[in-house]
């Protein structure tokens, strides 16, 4: 009887990849569900394009769609370097009586203009990163149904089930806290920083630092827990998987005369092409998040490295004050990547953690 429970339970796994991918009348191929189809014909680019593709041939892609990234942080940083020069020669210009009844006020005054010409940009890049956020839950919301119902006909119903149960809960999770506390944190450290140009009791300027540093903190520790969890129950279910496969395969081999040893066969092939239609799959969806946010993490790093060059001149030229908002502006920028990044890394990593296992069992 378990015997007989067994071999059903395999040939279901089995047929299930059979149906997904059924030959069509007139070419005698295998047909692509829609479902599979849609979302590898949403990327711009196959798995296969990708493979055959040189460095120069990846260069041109990126290229054109990453197109006009850091066109406005350059514009920034060259409008920024030219108040900086401007405000030094005017206090290299400038008499010591002349700057000494002036006191702190011409500092602040630049700094201040420094602050309006900076913050639409930065205020800009928060809302770009709460769009990314939400376009990509919306979108995992539609994939990662479609990615688990590859891999049960792959035969790996269980770590289908941790991709479609704890992953999907997990990331529907950390967009909704990165935009409803995230964001908002990112907007609160702006105005502590516009408050640290301020002479006042409390040290704006290290209070931001400390809250950019224990945020990236943070995000580095639920990375890692994560990280653990998912791929430590991952492998499990795939051991469990595998498991119910070679079991499945030999009763099946073993239990039908004459044909068994041949419909094993034959199901074992069908089963590896679907293995490569779930890479193919995989593939879009990695390439459709890294495309969403690359172009914020390329602004985040161009910015905080023109920034920090910003600092440099802000302390050349002896204006403390201005040094003292881009550094915060710099530590703003730092909290802001590791978000991206943290979030990116968690979609990216489980995705090709799913499309790899698997792939070497039986």
């Not at 479902?35 to 196959?46: G, K």
């Not at 066109?71 to 210009?93: D, Y």
């Not at 890692?224 to 969890?229: A, C, D, P, Q």
Request: glycine share 8%; aromatic share 10%; net charge positive.
């Amino acid at each position: 009887m378990k015997k007989g429970c067994f071999i059903l339970l395999f040939a279901f796994l089995l047929c299930s990849a059979a149906f997904a991918a059924q030959p069509d009348a007139e070419t005698g191929l295998f047909e692509i569900p829609p479902a599979w189809q849609q979302t590898m014909d949403e990327a711009p680019l196959t798995a296969q394009e990708f493979r055959s593709m040189s460095l120069r041939d990846l260069w041109d892609f990126f290229s054109s769609q990453l197109k006009g990234t850091v066109q406005a942080p350059i514009r920034l940083a060259a409008r920024l370097a030219g108040i900086l020069v401007l405000a030094g020669v005017v206090k290299s210009l400038c008499s010591e009586k002349a700057l000494s009844g002036l006191g702190t006020s011409f500092d602040m005054i630049v700094a201040v203009s420094v602050f309006l010409l900076c913050s639409p940009l930065l205020l800009q890049m928060i809302q770009d990163l709460k769009a990314s956020l939400e376009n990509c839950r919306t979108y995992l919301a539609v994939f990662i149904p479609v990615f688990t119902s590859v891999m049960v006909s792959c035969g790996q119903a269980g770590t289908a089930a941790v991709y479609g149960g704890l992953f999907l809960g997990f990331a529907n999770l950390i967009a909704a806290l990165l935009c409803n506390f995230g964001v908002p944190i990112l907007q609160l450290l702006l105005v502590l920083n516009a408050c640290g140009i301020m002479e006042t009791p409390v040290d704006f300027s290290a209070l931001t630092r400390g809250i950019a540093k224990w945020g990236r903190w943070l995000l580095t520790f639920c990375a890692t827990v994560f990280g653990t969890l998912l791929t430590l129950q991952s492998v499990f279910a795939q051991s469990t998987d595998t498991l119910a496969l070679k079991t499945g395969k030999f009763l099946l081999s073993s239990s039908i005369p004459v044909v068994g040893k041949a419909v094993s066969d034959a199901m074992g092939s069908v089963l590896a092409g679907v293995k490569l239609l779930k890479g193919s799959v995989g593939f879009a969806a990695i390439l459709i998040i890294a495309l969403t946010f690359l172009p914020l993490i390329i602004k985040c790093v161009v910015s905080q490295f023109l920034f920090f060059i910003g600092e440099i001149i802000a302390g050349a030229t002896g204006n403390a004050t201005c040094g003292k908002l881009l550094r915060g502006m710099t530590d703003y920028l730092q909290l802001q990547l590791a978000i991206v990044v943290f979030f990116s890394f968690v979609v990216v990593s489980t995705t090709v953690l799913m499309i790899l296992l698997g792939n070497g069992s039986a």
